[in-house]
C-alpha cells in the first residue's frame, strides 16, 4: 500500500550559488509512482517510464534479454531516509525490491537493495540501476578517463581505437567501474538556451555472483529518441555499437562475453548510488560540479603510507646519475634504459633530456652531492648547440654519430619551458653562465612566436598550447613584445577552441591522437601563465576550467586490484593518472604539474587543490625499486600494451617496469624543485594551510 505519495527532501546544493534551486527527490501519484530528481520545480533525473526498477532474466546474442520491470508499492520515511519498496515475480521466486533515498550536500543518496526469495538460483541475471535524463536529447556525455563530451577527436584521427558517443539514439557506452579514474558518468544537455547536465556517482565494487572472474559493476549512459539514460549494471560493457566488449589494447576493443549473475538461494545483492543535478551551467562545464562532488565524496587525500618526497627525491636522483653520460663535450641524461642500443639525449616529451638542469641548480642544496650542479649544466649547455632548421630546433641526439634528428611541437615546447626555468635559477647561483641557454631560448622563441603570429597559424591540437609558458617566461627574461603577443594569441584561440568542449582538449601525448589530460594540462599551463603575466580573471576561469578537465584524468580512489605485480606491493592508485582515451592505463605524468595545481589552490582558495597536489606527488613515488627505477605502465583494468595481451581477464593488475624512459624520473625532479622555489614542503602538509613565500629565483 501507498502511505505516502509524495515526499520532498531539500538540502544545500553540493557547490553553493545563491540563485540555484534546492535539490529535492520526490516520488509522484498513483499510477506512476515514478521517482524524479528536482532542482526547484522542474525535473532533471527521473525513473524509466516501464519502472522504478529493470531487472534482465536471460542473456541472448551477448546480452541481457528478458528484461523485467517493476513499479514501488510502498513508501515509508525513516528519519531523512525516504524507502521505496516493491516487488518483482517470477517462476522460480520473487526478487524483493528496495531503495532508500536522502539528499545529502545537495545530492541524493541512494541504496539499491535486491533480495532473492527462493530456493532456487536465479541464473544468467542482470541488475540494474537506470535514471534518465528529462529531455536530454544529443546528450554529450563525459566519462572520467575514458569519454569527453563524446571524443568527437578520437573519432575523426582513432576510430576503432578509442570510445565515440556522438549521442544518436541506440548509442551505448558502458565500462567497468574499475577503468574510471573517478567512480561517476556525466551528461550535458541543450535545454532551449540553457545547457543542464545530470551525473550518476557510484560507490564500485565487484559485483556477488558475477559469471566472469574479476567481474564489476559496469557505469555509462544510453542515448534514446527523447532523453539519456545513466545507469549502472550488474557487469556488461558495450562501447561503439558493440555489446560485451571492453578496450582492452592500444589499437582495438576485445570480447567480453558473459557478464551476467546468478543470484543464490536468499542472497541480497545492494549498490550505492549518487545522484547529481545541475540545472544551468555554461556550456562545456557541465561536468564541473560532478567532479568537484567526486572529490568530496571519494575524498583522496590520504597520505597514509605513501613515500615521502625527500625520499622520493634521493630515489629519483640516485636514477638520474645511472643515465648521465659522462661524455665530454657531450654530456648529458640517457633517455632509454641500457639495453637499447645507442646514447640518445632528447629533449621534451618522453626523454626531457634539459629538464634535469633547473632541478639540479633548485635542489643542489638538498642532494648533498657537489657534482650535481655541474651535470645540470653540462647537459644543457650541450642541448643549447641544438641546430634549428625551417620546422624550429631538432630535439634528439645521438652521441656515437654527433646527429641532431627529430622535432615535434609538444618536445620544443616542452624544452623552451625548462631552458626558461634554468634560466632563472642558474641567474640565482654564483658561477652559472646562464647565456648559452639565453641565446637559444631568445633564438626558439622568436622563431615559434613568429610562426603563431602569422594569420594563417591554425594548431591541429591542443599540443602548441606548450609554447605559451616559455613564451611568457621569455617575456619576463628579455622583454620581447612578441613573445608577449603569441603567448596571448595562442591563449585566446585556445579558449575559443576549447572552453565549449565542442573540441575537447586533446592531442598532447604524441602516441596517441585523441582525447588526453597531456592535452588538458597544456590548455592548463598556457591559461595560468598568461594570467599570472596579465592578471585577468578571465585567464583564471580558462586555467581553472582546463584544469578541472585534467582533473578528471586523476584517480580519486583506491582501486581494488587483483592478484599481481600492483597488489603485491599494496598500490594505491588515488594520485595517480589515467593516459589517454586511447591509452587506458596509469602513470605518473600528473606529477609535472603537482606545482601548478598546488598554485591554483593558493589563487582559488582551494585547499582540497592544495592537498590533491601533494598526494598526487607522493602517490606516484609508489613502485620505485631498490635501483631508484619506475615502469611506465600500471594497469589498473583490463588494458595492457607489454607482456602477454592474449587473454582480456589477464590485464589487469599488471606492470610493465621494463620501460623506464627518461621522464620518469626528470618530472618528479623538477616538480620538487619547483615546490622548493614555490616555499612548499611536501612532508610537512600542515603548512600548506599558510601563505608560502617564494624562493629567490622563483
Known amino acids: 500500500m501507498i502511505t505516502r505519495l509524495l515526499i520532498l527532501l531539500a538540502a544545500t546544493p553540493a557547490i553553493a550559488f545563491a ?51 517493476a513499479r514501488p508499492e510502498r513508501i515509508e520515511q525513516s528519519g531523512d531516509w525516504t524507502i521505496v519498496s516493491g516487488n518483482l515475480t517470477l517462476q522460480d521466486g520473487v526478487l524483493e525490491l528496495r531503495d532508500a533515498y536522502r539528499v545529502e550536500d545537495g545530492i541524493v543518496r541512494g541504496i539499491r537493495r535486491f533480495s532473492w526469495k527462493s530456493t532456487k538460483a536465479l541464473p544468467q541475471c542482470t541488475l ?39 549521442g544518436n539514439p541506440g548509442d551505448e557506452s558502458y565500462f567497468e567501474e574499475h577503468r574510471y579514474s573517478a567512480p561517476w558518468a556525466c551528461v550535458e544537455w541543450h535545454d532551449g538556451d540553457m545547457s543542464r547536465s545530470a551525473a550518476l556517482h557510484s560507490l564500485p565494487s565487484p559485483v556477488a555472483g558475477g559469471n566472469q572472474p574479476d567481474q564489476w559493476w559496469s557505469l555509462g549512459v544510453s542515448a534514446h529518441e527523447a532523453d539519456t539514460e545513466l545507469a549502472l549494471l550488474s557487469g556488461p560493457c558495450a562501447a561503439n555499437g558493440r555489446h560485451s566488449v571492453v578496450k582492452a589494447l592500444q589499437g582495438k576493443f576485445l570480447e567480453y562475453p558473459d557478464t551476467w549473475v546468478t543470484l543464490r538461494p536468499e542472497q541480497i545483492i545492494e549498490k550505492t548510488f549518487f545522484l547529481q543535478v545541475c540545472p544551468s551551467v555554461s556550456e562545456g562545464s557541465g561536468f564541473r560540479a560532478p567532479l568537484r562532488a567526486a572529490m568530496r565524496l571519494n575524498a583522496p587525500f590520504s597520505l597514509e603510507g605513501l613515500p615521502t618526497c625527500e625520499q622520493i627525491v634521493r630515489d629519483k636522483y640516485r636514477f638520474a646519475c645511472s643515465r648521465f653520460r659522462d661524455r665530454n663535450p657531450d654530456a648529458g641524461f640517457e633517455m632509454y634504459p641500457d639495453y637499447v642500443e645507442g646514447t640518445h639525449y632528447v629533449m621534451g616529451w618522453c626523454g626531457q633530456g634539459e629538464a634535469c638542469c633547473n632541478a639540479l641548480l633548485r635542489l643542489a642544496p638538498l642532494l648533498n652531492d657537489p657534482q650535481a650542479v655541474g651535470k ?42 625548462n631552458f626558461a626555468r634554468a634560466i632563472i635559477a642558474g641567474r640565482a647561483v654564483a658561477g652559472v653562465d646562464t647565456r648559452p641557454w639565453e641565446e637559444f631560448l631568445r633564438k626558439a622563441g622568436k622563431f615559434h612566436a613568429a610562426r603563431i603570429l602569422r594569420d594563417d597559424w591554425r594548431p591541429v591540437s591542443t599540443a602548441e598550447a606548450f609554447f605559451v609558458s616559455p613564451l611568457c617566461r621569455a617575456y619576463g627574461l628579455f622583454q620581447d613584445e612578441e613573445f608577449r603577443s603569441a603567448a596571448l594569441k595562442a591563449a585566446e ?81 588515488h594520485g595517480w593518472t589515467i593516459v589517454s582515451a586511447q591509452n587506458q592505463h596509469l602513470d605518473v605524468y600528473g606529477v609535472l604539474f603537482t606545482p601548478e595545481i598546488c598554485r591554483m589552490g593558493e589563487l582559488l582558495g582551494r585547499e582540497d587543490l592544495r592537498r590533491l597536489a601533494i598526494v598526487m606527488f607522493r602517490s606516484c613515488g609508489q613502485m620505485i625499486d631498490p635501483f631508484g627505477s619506475q615502469g611506465e605502465q600500471i594497469q589498473h583494468t583490463n588494458f595492457g600494451q607489454s607482456g602477454d595481451m592474449s587473454n582480456v581477464y589477464k590485464l589487469r593488475g599488471g606492470y610493465s617496469e621494463h620501460w623506464t624512459v627518461f621522464w620518469m624520473t626528470a618530472h618528479f625532479l623538477n616538480a620538487a624543485a619547483m615546490f622548493d622555489a614555490m616555499g612548499v614542503n611536501l612532508d610537512d602538509p600542515a603548512g600548506l594551510s599558510q601563505t608560502h613565500k617564494p624562493k629567490a629565483g622563483s
Request: proline letters at 6%; aromatic letters at 10%.
Open 19 to 69: 540563485d540555484e534551486p534546492a535539490v529535492t527527490f520526490c516520488v509522484s501519484k498513483a499510477p506512476d509512482f515514478r521517482a524524479e530528481v528536482r532542482s526547484g520545480d522542474r525535473v532533471i533525473l527521473r525513473s524509466p517510464t516501464e519502472g522504478l526498477w529493470s531487472v534482465a532474466i536471460a542473456w541472448r546474442d551477448g546480452w541481457p534479454a528478458e528484461w523485467r520491470h
Open 128 to 166: 540494474s540501476v537506470r535514471w534518465l535524463a528529462e529531455g536530454a536529447t544529443k546528450a554529450r556525455p563525459l566519462l572520467p578517463g575514458i569519454l569527453y563530451y563524446g571524443n568527437p577527436s578520437g573519432a575523426r584521427t582513432g576510430h576503432g581505437a578509442v570510445a565515440v558517443h556522438p
Open 376 to 417: 645540470g649544466v653540462r647537459s644543457l649547455n650541450h642541448l643549447a648547440t641544438a641546430p634549428f632548421n625551417d620546422g624550429g630546433f631538432l630535439q634528439r641526439y645521438t652521441a656515437e654519430t654527433g646527429k641532431w634528428t627529430e622535432q615535434d611541437h609538444v618536445s620544443q615546447g616542452q624544452a623552451m619551458e
Open 493 to 573: 584561440h585556445y579558449a575559443k577552441r576549447h572552453l565549449d568542449m565542442k573540441e575537447p582538449y586533446w592531442g598532447g601525448t604524441l602516441d596517441a591522437r585523441c582525447e588526453d589530460k597531456e592535452g588538458a594540462l597544456a590548455a592548463f599551463q598556457a591559461f595560468l601563465a598568461v594570467y599570472e603575466l596579465t592578471k585577468d580573471p578571465k585567464h583564471l576561469e580558462w586555467a581553472s576550467h582546463a584544469l578541472d578537465v585534467a582533473l578528471t584524468y586523476t584517480v580519486l580512489w583506491d582501486i581494488d586490484l587483483p592478484p599481481g605485480r600492483l597488489r603485491d606491493h599494496g598500490l594505491k592508485t
